[in-house]
């Protein structure tokens, strides 16, 4: 593994209609952090070196909400390895809007 796998960034644009933002919340519409998460575990499954630490069934150690996320944002997610995990912080513009570590989880 090269220090280029072991650091990556991922940009991605939440549509502005994106079907998670009716209902929560009406008049001021916020992106689920279900939604985050799910990106996040995307981003770790498209990178060989980030998969390959954490196997097939991951485990959130620690996940924290810094800021809101509104339709229409463009985030960066941020990912490098960290001990025996993956670690994360998801970035919107200069405003961090979550951070968290993942780690393999134990199989069932």
Do not use: C, Y
């Amino acid at each position: 593994m090269t220090a280029l796998d072991a650091k990556l960034a991922i940009d991605v644009d939440i549509a502005a209609d994106h079907p998670a933002f009716a209902g929560h919340f009406p008049g001021t519409p916020v992106l689920p952090g279900v939604l985050l998460a799910a990106l996040v575990l995307e981003a770790v499954r498209g990178s060989p070196a980030h998969a390959a630490r954490l196997g097939s069934t991951v485990q959130i150690d620690q996940l924290k909400f810094l800021a809101p996320v509104g339709p229409g944002a463009s985030l960066r997610i941020n990912l490098w390895l960290q001990g025996r995990g993956v670690a994360f912080d998801i970035q919107q513009a200069a405003t961090a809007v979550a951070r968290g570590v993942l780690s393999a989880g134990a199989a069932t």
